[in-house]
């Protein structure tokens, strides 16, 4: 009985250590290609036509955002003159 419990113990410790490096193999390439990922995007940023394109969509993502705020901004204020008339 306690040889059976000791060779139990040798094969689930067994499969436990293949599992955590399975896990531990998975995690490494997915820093592996993260890093990758990182040094590619960095090299096209460096680039000024890249860049310019970049900076460009900033630019119009925060311009949207502003004319949205505006109009936001402008339907309180109708709302409230609204109020004030009522």
């Known amino acids: 009985m306690m040889k059976e419990f000791f060779k139990n113990a040798m094969e689930d410790m067994k499969e436990s250590a ?6 531990d193999k998975a995690q ?5 290609a993260e890093s990758k990922a990182q040094w590619e ?3 096209a940023k460096g680039r000024p036509e890249n860049r310019k394109a970049l900076l460009q969509a900033a630019r119009e993502a925060q311009l949207a955002d ?4 505006i109009k936001a ?6 709302a409230a003159q609204n109020m004030k008339q009522s």
């Open 73 to 78: 901004a402008k339907e309180r204020m109708e």
């Open 18 to 23: 293949k599992a955590q490096h399975q896990v």
């Open 66 to 69: 502003a004319q949205k705020r």
């Open 28 to 32: 490494f390439e997915a820093v592996k």
């Open 41 to 43: 995007e960095a090299k």
